[in-house]
């Protein structure tokens, strides 16, 4: 037997190399990019020099951020290592808060079960799960969110008191003022001391988050003038779509891990399991169920599942393969062997598939940078797409608008006027649109912009994933 535990060691560490270099390989990989990452640079990109203000909202250049200062503060920090805007080290900051959060909830399952391989096998499936394989790892505030929730549920795992609440709601504003719902990760802990006959420590909980929070975000907002808490509200009101919330949630039900778990719960509820009275599976349907709803958001993606999707794997493990290891250690050790060496495989194929040039940014970045010397282009005379942003801070200019998405939803909920922006390009001020080629599906900018664009700009030129338009003279 500890033959094969040390093998099966061996193999538990090897996928987890072969994952963790996957992920940092895409921290360099500028052929891969989210519409988010470069609105979020130019945010960052701007605090290296200046405080954020309510100005920033009224243009004549917007600089428009949509969560809480955290994640924005260590871009901009570690931003400062660099010798001009880059997404790497943000993309680093994610990956880091990732793996410690795997971390986290590999070693909480090893000091539940006692059993080492378990707690590594916990860290594998949350890093292979659908949603985390698929995000990570963008430079987005999700990651960072997310290793302060965990460990807000994981303090509050043994009994209520108040080390342990204190602890908990100071981790969940923490959390917040990194992507401000993740104040809805106190809703496990306090569904937890519920369950546990802990109402009046449950409501003492929520309260204490409430107050802590107000007082953080309270100084946030007279801190920054009204930027920070305007951000985090009106950047995100936008329409609700059902469907999209579902659509969402049926990705993680049907994902391997999803039905596993699945699985699992209904044969422990089956086999006597009192489900209430476990944490992970509490946090999991808990956080699984808000999620779903903050996901039917115009605008949501997959980043809405990374933290029932953590649970799911914890679940796993603690509902499936701890049961099964107290029956037959041997049989478990070789299934955990066999899916282990499975998880391992498709990253392998994608560091093979990569190509050579992977640290070299794309041609894009060139193209643009000489169509802003050759039109001499300043800041606030470009407009480009999200996932164009970046592409224009590489060249030393920042562009009149960093988010057009968070723009265009300040527009619609009536928190931004997007006259003036309009008025500026019929007036040349904008010498510069570059979109995605094929052009977006979906024009984001508002009426007023979107028909002085069509009205001013022509197109100059084109390239094999750029459409670039001028002033017309």
């Given at each position: 037997?500890?033959?094969?535990?040390?093998?099966?060691?061996?193999?538990?560490?090897?996928?987890?190399?072969?994952?963790?270099?996957?992920?940092?390989?895409?921290?360099?990989?500028?052929?891969?990019?989210?519409?988010?990452?470069?609105?979020?640079?130019?945010?960052?990109?701007?605090?290296?020099?200046?405080?954020?203000?309510?100005?920033?909202?009224?243009?004549?250049?917007?600089?428009?951020?949509?969560?809480?200062?955290?994640?924005?503060?260590?871009?901009?920090?570690?931003?400062?290592?660099?010798?001009?805007?880059?997404?790497?080290?943000?993309?680093?900051?994610?990956?880091?808060?990732?793996?410690?959060?795997?971390?986290?909830?590999?070693?909480?399952?090893?000091?539940?079960?006692?059993?080492?391989?378990?707690?590594?096998?916990?860290?594998?499936?949350?890093?292979?799960?659908?949603?985390?394989?698929?995000?990570?790892?963008?430079?987005?505030?999700?990651?960072?969110?997310?290793?302060?929730?965990?460990?807000?549920?994981?303090?509050?795992?043994?009994?209520?008191?108040?080390?342990?609440?204190?602890?908990?709601?100071?981790?969940?504003?923490?959390?917040?003022?990194?992507?401000?719902?993740?104040?809805?990760?106190?809703?496990?802990?306090?569904?937890?001391?519920?369950?546990?006959?802990?109402?009046?420590?449950?409501?003492?909980?929520?309260?204490?988050?409430?107050?802590?929070?107000?007082?953080?975000?309270?100084?946030?907002?007279?801190?920054?003038?009204?930027?920070?808490?305007?951000?985090?509200?009106?950047?995100?009101?936008?329409?609700?779509?059902?469907?999209?919330?579902?659509?969402?949630?049926?990705?993680?039900?049907?994902?391997?891990?999803?039905?596993?778990?699945?699985?699992?719960?209904?044969?422990?509820r089956l086999n006597g399991v009192?489900?209430?009275?476990?944490?992970?599976?509490?946090?999991?349907?808990?956080?699984?169920?808000?999620?779903?709803?903050?996901?039917?958001?115009?605008?949501?993606?997959?980043?809405?599942?990374?933290?029932?999707?953590?649970?799911?794997?914890?679940?796993?493990?603690?509902?499936?393969?701890?049961?099964?290891?107290?029956?037959?250690?041997?049989?478990?050790?070789?299934?955990?062997?066999?899916?282990?060496?499975?998880?391992?495989?498709?990253?392998?194929?994608?560091?093979?598939?990569?190509?050579?040039?992977?640290?070299?940014?794309?041609?894009?970045?060139?193209?643009?940078?000489t169509a802003i010397q050759q039109?001499?282009?300043?800041?606030?005379?470009?407009?480009?797409?999200?996932?164009?942003?970046?592409?224009?801070?590489?060249?030393?200019?920042?562009?009149?608008?960093?988010?057009?998405?968070?723009?265009?939803?300040?527009?619609?909920?009536?928190?931004?006027?997007?006259?003036?922006?309009?008025?500026?390009?019929?007036?040349?001020?904008?010498?510069?649109?570059?979109?995605?080629?094929?052009?977006?599906?979906?024009?984001?900018?508002?009426?007023?912009?979107?028909?002085?664009?069509?009205?001013?700009?022509?197109?100059?030129?084109?390239?094999?994933?750029?459409?670039?338009?001028?002033?017309?003279?």
């Amino acid at each position: 037997m500890a033959a094969l535990r040390y093998l099966i060691a061996i193999v538990l560490l090897a996928a987890l190399a072969t994952v963790a270099t996957c992920y940092a390989a895409r921290t360099v990989n500028l052929q891969w990019r989210d519409n988010c990452e470069g609105p979020l640079l130019a945010v960052a990109a701007r605090m290296r020099h200046e405080s954020p203000t309510h100005a920033w909202f009224e243009g004549p250049e917007y600089t428009i951020a949509s969560y809480g200062p955290l994640y924005y503060r260590a871009v901009a920090w570690a931003g400062s290592f660099a010798e001009r805007p880059s997404l790497t080290p943000g993309r680093v900051i994610s990956l880091v808060a990732m793996l410690l959060t795997a971390a986290l909830l590999g070693a909480w399952v090893y000091r539940r079960t006692r059993l080492p391989e378990l707690g590594l096998v916990t860290v594998l499936f949350v890093l292979v799960g659908v949603p985390v394989a698929e995000w990570i790892p963008f430079a987005r505030v999700d990651a960072t969110a997310l290793l302060f929730t965990a460990a807000a549920t994981i303090v509050a795992a043994k009994k209520a008191d108040t080390r342990a609440m204190v602890a908990s709601a100071v981790l969940v504003v923490i959390a917040s003022l990194a992507r401000q719902t993740a104040a809805c990760s106190a809703l496990p802990v306090a569904v937890y001391w519920w369950c546990q006959g802990e109402s009046r420590w449950a409501s003492k909980y929520l309260a204490l988050v409430g107050l802590l929070g107000a007082l953080a975000w309270g100084g946030l907002h007279f801190g920054s003038h009204g930027y920070w808490l305007d951000a985090a509200i009106n950047s995100q009101l936008a329409a609700m779509r059902v469907s999209e919330g579902l659509k969402l949630g049926t990705r993680l039900v049907i994902s391997p891990l999803g039905v596993a778990a699945v699985a699992v719960l209904i044969h422990a509820r089956l086999n006597g399991v009192r489900l209430s009275q476990s944490l992970p599976a509490v946090a999991l349907v808990t956080s699984f169920l808000y999620q779903v709803v903050m996901g039917c958001k115009l605008g949501s993606s997959v980043n809405y599942l990374l933290e029932p999707s953590c649970w799911v794997a914890v679940v796993v493990v603690e509902h499936g393969f701890a049961p099964l290891a107290s029956i037959n250690r041997f049989r478990t050790l070789i299934g955990i062997g066999v899916l282990a060496a499975a998880a391992a495989v498709h990253p392998a194929r994608e560091m093979m598939a990569l190509p050579n040039d992977r640290r070299e940014a794309p041609i894009e970045y060139e193209h643009v940078r000489t169509a802003i010397q050759q039109l001499g282009v300043s800041d606030g005379e470009l407009l480009v797409e999200d996932r164009l942003v970046d592409l224009a801070l590489a060249a030393s200019v920042e562009p009149r608008v960093n988010d057009p998405f968070a723009y265009y939803l300040r527009a619609a909920n009536g928190t931004l006027d997007a006259e003036p922006l309009a008025e500026d390009i019929h007036r040349g001020k904008i010498k510069l649109l570059i979109l995605s080629r094929p052009a977006p599906a979906n024009w984001v900018w508002p009426e007023p912009v979107s028909s002085a664009m069509k009205s001013r700009f022509m197109l100059w030129k084109t390239t094999t994933n750029l459409l670039m338009y001028c002033a017309e003279e």
